[in-house]
């Protein structure tokens, strides 16, 4: 019989998820450390290492320094929401994208926003605005804050024809990211660019990504009345 080829994370994760259903590591078990792993599965220990993160990030796994990793007692499902591309994001609904530039310019953050992008010290961001439309009529205002701390490349972006949203997905890479919802009433300014009435009830998604420790960028999504966003609930398996 053919020994299982491990040599990739996803097999690593599709192993451990094996040996925890069929109770080789029963809840609550201490799994072997990293070095043993990658010594019994053959791949390097950074391979087990992203598998092992995954499943933590699924709730399948608890991990402590000094202590190891653990089978959760109670693995807890998580909601999971991607960053999208705004122009996939419409074109997947079967409409048209396109993209206004709105306005460009580099300056000291607002205090709320350089309490984030700043981490207490002075520091200059880039500030974007951009309209996003679907099929001509307005989807979503985009007012986003780059740090040109942690994403310096920024400022020779001039994003006059490429979104930010696209170009930080596509080339700055982040380690995790906050993200808020909320349900709010258009202010006037907003409401004329998303061609609503003011005081109209719009979607508004808030998000910062980082980089470990530093914020490379926050975003304030203003979404036309009407939008819904979709997510998922589950673990791997």
Known sequence: MTPPQFNSWQ????????????????????????????????????????????????????RRRKAGTRVALHPVSRATVDIPLIRQEITARGLVYAYRHLSRRIASPPRDVAATLCAGTPCEGLHVTALHLASDAPFVFEDRWISLTTAPAAAAQGFETLSANEWLISTIPYTHGDIRFSAEVAPESIAELLGTSPGA??????????????????VRLNYAPGYSITTGIGTPS
């Open 11 to 62: 097999s690593i994760q599709d192993e451990v998820l094996r040996r925890i259903h069929a109770r080789e590591w029963p809840p609550g078990t201490v799994i072997p450390n990293e070095a043993d792993l990658a010594q019994d599965f053959g791949c390097a220990r950074a391979t087990v290492n992203r598998a092992l993160r995954a499943l933590a990030d699924a709730g399948i796994l608890e």
């Open 201 to 218: 009830p719009i979607f508004v998604v808030e998000r910062t990504t980082w980089d470990h420790t530093r914020a490379i960028t926050t």
